[in-house]
């Protein structure tokens, strides 16, 4: 039996940020990782998929050169070459947080853990015993049980696929749905998203969803939603899915169905029962510190915590949190107020804080200052499609509780927001700034 102070099970964002506090205490620490350093964020994740997003964008930008009076030839995106442009950008993380974690003094153990006592793991031959252990393992999508799930994809297989299929169908309407879903649709992709609630991108302002939608369907992309994917069956080489929608039974053929279905805690084979860990189908019971609630010498951080907004930079603060609280004692909360949270569409919905329906729902008096941007100077100068905002502000005080922009540089000007939420700057301090001009973070004085 090997004994540290600390195991971490996943070298992800979250097992990294762990390791921070730990390392600066002095506390012995091993990271041990099934696959490779970094996770899911720099090698299937966040990083490849903006690599995607970007030449996305190229494309609309090169979609209304005409109206800046240019004239330009259709372009002809050469999809392999997209991709191997994507592999080459992250294929050098691993190595590189490998040497980080060397340089920080944290022992990498490579191999799939799973707990055999309370306070120990095995990786293949090896037993880890710690006095504290850190479920980091991340999330997978979501198995869904119908005829056919075989067939299915995943955002993983899309990020890797050398050959752009002619027709895609995403299963779920959530964040990764829409963003490879712009990727596709300016790619020349027939892209359909299927999403069997009412809602689309649950978490997001009702209305800021209502304007990505309009433009995701201008743009040619199939939407619907309270639609209940039945079964997915292979018909000449191609895939028919089957779903019920508004009572009707419907199908659409397409060459990849992709499973958006959401994506649940990756703990299946941590062996739980072993590490006196209770759980509910894999959601694990936590208390505010982010520790395991029968087994308090166990954390969870990252997207293994079934209740907290599935982000990288979430991932990275809740592992800050977990480290500092094995060297201080748990005594640190998690606080997600002010961090954003954007979709990476063409163009992008950004947000932070409270959407307008939890504000009410809380019943705080509000006033809502809604801008639909479109006619604004900046928003002709650039020819945006969409520009919107939404903020929310406190009557009584002032504050802003939360701000919702679509397009207008909004995955860029969330942050003004969000700094002036955390730093209470309030919206008429806000409003009070003198900003450079013409710029879009000039338009925050309007918008509020
Ligand atoms: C397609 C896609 C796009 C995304 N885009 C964004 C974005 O733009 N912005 C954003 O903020 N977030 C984005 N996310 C979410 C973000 O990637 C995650 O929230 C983040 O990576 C979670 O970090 P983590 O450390 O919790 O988990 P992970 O990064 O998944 O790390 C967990 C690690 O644990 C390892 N592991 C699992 N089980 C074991 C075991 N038993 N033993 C040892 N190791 C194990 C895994 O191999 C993995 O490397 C995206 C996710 C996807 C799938």
């Known amino acids: 039996m090997e004994k540290y102070d600390v195991v971490i099970l996943g070298g992800g964002n979250a097992g990294m940020g762990v390791t921070v506090a730990t390392r600066a205490a002095g506390l012995s620490v091993a990271m041990v990782e099934a696959r490779d350093l970094g996770g899911t964020c720099p090698n299937r994740g966040c990083t490849p998929k903006k690599v995607l997003v970007a030449a996305a964008h190229t494309l609309d930008e090169i979609a209304r050169a005409g109206t800046h009076a240019i004239k330009i030839e259709p372009p002809r995106l050469d999809w392999r070459a997209l991709i191997e442009r994507e592999k080459d950008i992250i294929a050098d993380i691993p190595s590189r947080l490998s040497g980080l974690m060397a340089k920080r003094g944290v022992d990498v153990i490579h191999g799939e853990a799973a707990f055999v006592a309370s306070n120990a793991v095995r990786v293949g031959t090896r037993e880890l015993?710690?006095?504290?252990?850190?479920?980091?393992?991340?999330?997978?999508?979501?198995?869904?049980?119908?005829?056919?799930?075989?067939?299915?994809?995943?955002?993983?297989?899309?990020?890797?696929?050398?050959?752009?299929?002619?027709?895609?169908?995403?299963?779920?309407?959530?964040?990764?749905?829409?963003e490879l879903g712009h990727v596709y649709a300016r790619a020349g992709v027939e892209v359909t998203i299927l999403e069997a609630l009412p809602q689309l991108l649950g978490g997001f302002d009702e209305d800021a969803v209502a304007q990505i939608r309009a433009e995701s369907e201008r743009l040619g992309i199939r939407i619907h939603t309270k639609a209940w994917v039945k079964k997915i069956e292979r018909t000449d080489g191609r895939l028919r899915v089957s779903f019920a929608k508004d009572g009707a039974e419907c199908s659409l053929d397409a060459d990849r169905a992709v499973n958006c279905a959401g994506r649940v805690a990756d703990v299946e084979r941590l062996n739980l029962g072993a590490g006196v860990i209770v759980h509910r189908e894999g959601r694990i019971e936590i208390d505010e510190h982010?520790?395991?609630?029968?087994?308090?010498?166990?954390?969870?951080?990252?997207?293994?915590?079934?209740?907290?907004?599935?982000?990288?930079?979430?991932?990275?603060y809740e592992g800050g949190v977990v480290g500092r609280n094995i060297v201080d004692g748990p005594k640190h909360r998690p606080d997600y107020g002010h961090i954003p949270a954007c979709l990476y569409s063409i163009p992008a919905v950004a947000s932070v804080g409270l959407t307008e329906a939890k504000a009410r729902e809380r019943g705080l008096g509000v006033k809502v200052h809604l801008n639909n941007m479109q006619d604004w100077l900046t928003a002709r100068t650039y020819a945006e499609t969409v520009a919107w905002s939404k903020i929310i502000?406190?009557?009584?005080?002032?504050?802003?509780?939360?701000a919702h922009?679509?397009?207008?540089?909004?995955?860029?000007?969330?942050?003004?927001?969000?700094?002036?939420?955390?730093?209470?700057?309030?919206?008429?301090?806000?409003?009070?700034?003198?900003?450079?001009?013409?710029?879009?973070?000039?338009?925050?004085?309007?918008?509020?």
Not at 297 to 312: K, M, R
Not at 395 to 402: A, D
Not at 430 to 441: E, K, R
């Open 393 to 402: 502000v406190e009557e009584t005080t002032g504050r802003i509780l939360g």
């Open 290 to 316: 982010l520790r395991s609630r029968s087994n308090p010498d166990v954390y969870v951080c990252g997207d293994a915590v079934w209740n907290s907004p599935q982000l990288s930079p979430i991932a990275t």
């Open 405 to 448: 922009l679509v397009g207008h540089a909004g995955e860029e000007l969330i942050h003004i927001f969000a700094l002036a939420m955390k730093h209470t700057i309030t919206a008429s301090q806000l409003a009070d700034m003198v900003y450079g001009f013409p710029t879009f973070s000039a338009d925050i004085r309007n918008m509020l």
């Open 129 to 178: 015993e710690a006095r504290n252990i850190v479920i980091a393992t991340g999330s997978k999508p979501r198995p869904l049980s119908i005829p056919g799930a075989e067939f299915m994809t995943t955002s993983d297989d899309v990020l890797s696929d050398f050959t752009l299929p002619r027709a895609a169908v995403f299963i779920g309407g959530g964040v990764i749905a829409f």
